[in-house]
């Protein structure tokens, strides 16, 4: 499966996580949804096993599904794509591309990169798991057309993903990606938890990305979807 059919034609897509618990029957009404693709993917206590589980439980379904690596223990063959994080407002090269450098050494005999592609992250909440892990640092407004321009312009990276995993993000801000982001295709995610949400954030970016609401209630998640 093509890089461009997993997300450059993704409106919508659900993220879901491998070390959360979610009934089969929630399951299905995700995945037989309108949605347009699953990225499975997370930041503790990602498994071999639980990745595994997942994989196999969301196949029964025709819905597109890639991985996030986030770990080189937890990567399973068998995914449409795998999607590699690159953390950009960091100090910490390894979250930028150090750790992805040794994974490449590492498992050479077994890369395909046609299955492959990178996935730019500025990670805008401070709170998130993500942002703690990577050691992020704070992105403030008015440095967010830099960092746009710089991935867009400069990189001319395929994806800009804006990630307020936890919380809703600031509309301001994605207006300003929106108006900077030229090339790049523009992934949001974070907080989206209804309709009005969606809507809003998919003026804005190219893909919208919805996780946790899925773990708390599967109306309000289905809800997200706006085609
Ligand atoms: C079979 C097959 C295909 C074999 C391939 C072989 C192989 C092992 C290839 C490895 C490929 C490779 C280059 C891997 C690199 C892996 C790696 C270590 C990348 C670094 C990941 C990274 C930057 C992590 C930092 C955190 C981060 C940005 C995570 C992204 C996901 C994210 C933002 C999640 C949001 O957080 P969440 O967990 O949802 O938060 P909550 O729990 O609060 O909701
Ligand atoms: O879990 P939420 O807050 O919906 O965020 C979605 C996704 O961007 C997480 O990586
Ligand atoms: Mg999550």
Redesign the pocket.
């Known amino acids: 499966m093509g890089v461009f059919y997993m997300l450059k034609e993704c409106r919508h897509v659900f993220?879901l996580?491998p070390?959360?618990d979610i009934t089969d029957e929630a399951l299905a009404k995700i995945c037989e949804s309108e949605t347009d693709a699953i990225i499975v993917?997370?930041?503790?206590g990602i498994t071999e096993d639980n990745v595994l589980n997942l994989m196999a439980r969301v196949r029964r379904f025709s819905v597109p599904v890639a991985?996030?690596?986030?770990?080189?223990?937890a990567?399973?063959?068998?995914?449409d794509h795998?999607f590699?994080?690159?953390?950009f407002n960091t100090k910490d090269i390894?979250?930028?591309h150090g750790?992805?450098?040794?994974?490449?050494a590492?498992?050479s005999h077994?890369?395909?990169y046609s299955?492959?592609s990178l996935?730019p992250?500025i990670?805008m909440n401070e709170e998130?798991?993500?942002f703690e892990?990577?050691d992020a640092e704070r992105v403030t407004h008015e440095m967010v057309p830099h960092y746009i321009n710089m991935l867009d312009k400069l990189y001319q990276t395929s994806y800009i993903?804006i990630?307020y995993?936890?919380t809703y993000g600031d509309p301001e801000v994605m207006r300003m990606v929106r108006d900077n982001a030229a090339h790049s295709h523009v992934i949001y995610?974070g907080g989206i938890g209804g309709r009005d949400e969606a809507r809003e954030m998919a003026q804005y970016a190219d893909t919208i990305v919805v996780?946790?609401v899925i773990y708390d209630s599967t109306k309000k998640a289905l809800r997200t979807i706006i085609k």
């Open positions: 993220k996580d070390a959360k993917g997370g930041t503790d991985l996030e690596v986030t770990s080189t223990e990567v399973v063959p068998g995914f795998y590699i994080p690159a953390v390894r979250w930028q750790l992805m450098l040794q994974a490449l590492e498992y077994l890369i395909d299955e492959m996935l992250y990670i998130c798991k993500a892990k990577s993903y990630e995993s936890g995610g996780g946790n």
